[in-house]
Nanobody, 121 residues
Framework: QVQLAESGGGSVQTGESLKLSCAASGPTSKSYAMGWFRQAPGKEREFVATITWSGGNTAYADSIKGRFTISRDNAKNTVYLQMNSLKPEDTAVYYC??????????????WGQGTQVTVSS
């Protein structure tokens, strides 16, 4: 079974940056994708970004396009989310997930436990 572990969350001020990491272990399928989702208090989980393991194709939510960058290091089985110019509305628990290359959460099979990102004004 695939296990995912996020790290890198924290509390920052508006305009600052954070870099999240998601380390995968177990029988990860290199033909699938890794994605980032987030869930703010009282809101549904929403898509943030996704990247394929092999082709390096990426997709982003409009709300973070131009500020966040997803990348991966296949040798380390790790996916990253570089978050720049953070805003208070980016405050959420961020989850990584392993599954199909998709913006839909139900297309992802394995999920990490999440890491909290808090942005204060």
């Amino acid at each position: 079974q695939v296990q995912l572990a996020e790290s890198g969350g924290g509390s920052v001020q508006t305009g600052e940056s954070l870099k999240l990491s998601c380390a995968a272990s177990g029988p990860t399928s290199k033909s699938y994708a890794m994605g980032w989702f987030r869930q703010a208090p009282g809101k549904e989980r929403e898509f943030v970004a996704t990247i394929t393991w092999s082709g390096g194709n990426t997709a982003y939510a409009d709300s973070i396009k131009g500020r966040f960058t997803i990348s991966r290091d296949n040798a380390k089985n790790t996916v990253y989310l570089q978050m720049n110019s953070l805003k208070p509305e980016d405050t959420a628990v961020y989850y990584c997930a392993d599954g199909r290359y998709s913006v839909i959460s139900s297309d992802y099979v394995y999920w990490g436990q999440g890491t909290q990102v808090t942005v204060s004004s």
